[in-house]
């Protein structure tokens, strides 16, 4: 099948672009036409794996897109550039899938809804917990009434630090971990670092998916303050709805990563509903449900995913193959709620005390 989309990756300072690129190669009706970064060295693997000529690498973004002529645009920056970076590209009018997490504020947020908007521009937050397929079970099985409504979401969430692995979850040494700390852009503040902003955007978000959209009344959260370092490595946030209470963890320095061995926690979702619960760890084969029939509850294997379920670039391309709307967590609507919980969330930390969502 000839390539319909022509796909460019712009900015790969979040090792995500890796792999989301190779989700792009991966798709039979996309062709990798062009990557960009302001830092070389940081485009060498992409370059290598998708055996890209150097006339597709750029350090300019503006001559990428017109030279390369991409029909979707890859965006993989730091969370407190995602607002600057929307908002150059937005002019182009071409579909854009962000990388995780929506923005480094609200303000920002809602900064890039209005770009968009202004452009006529699709676009998409990739959250890649939404292609897990235990989380995507657990989100059928609640929506399809499993543990009748879904009153609570308990999420604890992270890994060993974001410095310990590259793209496709290559690991690294903890002499490069200490070599590159102190010049990334997950431990500065200006940058929207720490586990708060980079991991809290998930459980707000797809708690709020679980629960059907819900919005919180207020929010109360604490963070650790390592010494020596700007931003937090844990954080615990909870969130009051009018039905009951949800806890948002956020961890990084897990004891290992969950993709390779579950930590103690366990990263993952706890559901409680009104007539049962479902966990769902992240990367399981199976779920644990209570229910009526079993309340001492039964392991039930995941759903297997398929096309064009099983990866965000898959859901994008058929979004704009059949102009549907994009739904669920990718949203920039349901971001959104993620985006209010997570500054309140972060204002509630600085200022210790407990804050109104903020609208």
């Not at 890994?159 to 990334?184: I, Y």
Request: aromatic share 8%; glycine share 8%; with cysteine.
């Amino acid at each position: 099948m000839t390539a319909t989309y022509r796909i460019a990756g712009i900015s790969f300072e979040h090792m995500h672009m890796g792999d989301n690129l190779r989700t792009a190669a991966a798709h039979p009706e996309c062709q990798v036409v062009g990557i960009c970064d302001a830092e070389p060295r940081r485009m060498l693997a992409a370059q290598r794996d998708l055996e890209l000529p150097d006339s597709a690498v750029f350090n300019d973004w503006t001559q990428c897109i017109e030279q390369c002529k991409p029909d979707i645009l890859l965006l993989c920056p730091a969370t407190g550039d995602h607002r600057l970076w929307i908002e150059r590209l937005a002019p182009f009018g071409l579909p854009i899938l962000l990388e995780k997490p929506m923005a480094g504020s609200l303000a920002d947020a809602d900064a890039m809804i209005s770009a968009c908007q202004r452009h006529d521009v699709r676009w998409a937050i990739n959250w890649p917990q939404v292609w897990v397929p235990s989380h995507r079970t657990a989100k059928r099985l609640s929506g399809e009434g499993a543990i009748g409504q879904v009153l609570e979401v308990h999420y604890y969430g992270g890994n060993r630090g974001p410095l310990w692995h590259t793209a496709g979850k290559d690991e690294v040494s903890a002499e490069e971990v200490a070599r590159e700390k102190p010049h990334s852009w997950f431990y500065q503040r200006a940058k929207a670092g720490g586990s708060m902003l980079d991991y809290l955007g998930y459980g707000a978000t797809l708690g709020t998916w679980y629960l059907g959209g819900a919005k919180p009344i207020e929010i109360t959260s604490m963070v650790d303050e390592p010494t020596g370092l700007e931003v937090d490595e844990h954080s615990i946030t909870i969130a009051r709805y009018a039905f009951g209470l949800s806890k948002f963890e956020t961890r990084w320095g897990t004891y290992t990563d969950p993709w390779t061995h579950q930590p103690q926690p366990r990263c993952g979702y706890t559901l409680v509903g009104t007539e049962g619960t479902i966990t769902s760890w992240d990367y399981s084969p199976t779920l644990r449900v209570q229910d009526g029939a079993h309340p001492e509850g039964i392991d039930v294997p995941v759903d297997s995913l398929l096309p064009p379920e099983q990866n965000a670039m898959q859901y994008f391309i058929d979004c704009l193959k059949r102009d549907r709307a994009i739904e669920g967590p990718l949203s920039p609507e349901l971001s959104r709620i993620g985006q209010q919980i997570v500054d309140t969330a972060f204002a509630s930390a600085q200022q210790k005390r407990t804050l109104k969502l903020l609208e």
